[in-house]
């Protein structure tokens, strides 16, 4: 497990499937009569619920550090009301799962997994916070995220679009529209997911449709940025291997065309071995690397290292970025990056900064 005393990630090594398959189990043993009573639909939740205990758990291990753990139960409480499970069923299944890690994992990193555990179950005794808004007052373009917003839940993607073609009619910068209306709706509809006020297809149309947007605009900002003067650099812009959320790595990638340089945006889900070999052939500056869920980080900490190992890539400097991230701003000098960004405009400053020092 990973030692606070030089503060580096370290993988940990925890058979998900088999200790959420013992942690349901054991949740049935010790709440027979609440366990009965729940239909297949819940148990079923259950042992997934279980199996993200594991992964989220892990990587509070690999990082010394309860932040990882700890916002996923404070997620999770929220989440798992909206599947009409009892109020006292993440509380209770931390019970079960805190004693089977005790029996699974080694000594030390079951104690450390055990006060992470206790510090989650304290967490539980308030009731959960209500997630603000991610639309807020202080956008300058507040008013048409949510019109933008509501258009796409109502499935009208005309009227989105005329929403955002009357912004650039009043010559309102792309980058704008990327920071103040695209972001945030993104980010609102995830949470409006996690609340149950949105279902996994609405989340995805909005998503897809976003993308189409960006695209649509693609040419327009391409462009605008050859208007000025550009810079001889190269970025490649990618996800990490098994990660799907690659929204936010396109809009870093376009905001680095927009500073002069070159981007190779890759997308999602990409495999390590390829993404050096796009470094080596195109002889690339930096590298953009994006991670959303938490339980990618092995991932990332991957990628960094085989970039490292590489001769012709070792020197290419690495920001990274995404949701554990933000969670914990020095995520990134655990994994072995030169810089963590959160948000588009501060990965180009930073690997701007780095480059010219």
């Excluded at 499937?17 to 049935?28: L, W």
């Excluded at 202080?138 to 499935?155: E, I, K, V, W």
């Excluded at 920001?319 to 655990?334: C, E």
């Amino acid at each position: 497990m990973a030692s606070g005393k030089n503060n580096l990630y370290h993988p940990v090594a925890m058979d998900e499937e088999k200790i959420a398959t013992k942690a349901y189990d054991r949740y049935g043993e010790l709440y027979p009569e609440q366990f009965r009573k729940f239909s297949d639909y819940q148990r079923s939740h259950v042992l997934e619920d279980f199996r993200y205990h594991v992964r989220y758990l892990r990587e509070s291990l690999a990082v010394d550090d309860p932040a990882i753990f700890l916002d996923y139960v404070s997620w999770a409480q929220v989440l798992l009301t909206s599947y009409y499970l009892p109020a006292n069923t993440l509380a209770t299944s931390l019970v079960a799962f805190n004693e089977v890690l005790l029996k699974e994992l080694p000594e030390e990193e079951g104690l450390t997994a055990s006060a992470y555990i206790a510090q989650a179950r304290a967490l539980l005794a308030s009731p959960p916070q209500e997630i603000p808004s991610f639309i807020r007052e202080n956008n300058p373009l507040a008013a048409q995220a949510r019109a933008y917003l509501s258009a796409l839940f109502a499935t009208d993607r005309e009227k989105a679009r005329v929403i955002i073609m009357e912004q650039l009619d009043r010559n309102v910068p792309i980058r704008d529209l990327y920071r103040y209306i695209f972001q945030p709706a993104l980010q609102e509809t995830g949470r409006l997911w996690q609340i149950r006020q949105a279902n996994v297809a609405q989340e995805h149309y909005i998503t897809g449709t976003t993308e189409l947007f960006i695209a649509f605009l693609y040419d327009r900002m391409m462009k605008e940025s050859r208007k000025q003067a550009r810079k001889g650099r190269s970025l490649v812009a990618t996800c990490v291997s098994d990660e799907l959320h690659d929204v936010g790595i396109r809009m870093v990638a376009d905001f680095f065309e927009m500073d002069g340089w070159d981007s190779l945006y890759l997308g999602a889900n990409v495999p390590a071995a390829s993404i050096v070999a796009m470094i080596q052939d195109h002889h690339a500056d930096a590298i953009a690397i994006s991670s959303t869920m938490p339980y990618h980080i092995p991932r990332v900490y991957e990628l960094i290292q085989a970039i490292r190992a590489d001769p012709a890539t070792a020197g290419t400097r690495i920001v990274i970025g995404g949701y554990p991230f933000n969670l914990m701003p020095d995520l990134w000098t655990r994994v072995g990056a030169d810089a963590g960004a959160l948000s588009a405009d501060e990965a180009v400053e930073k690997v701007n900064r780095l480059l010219s020092s």
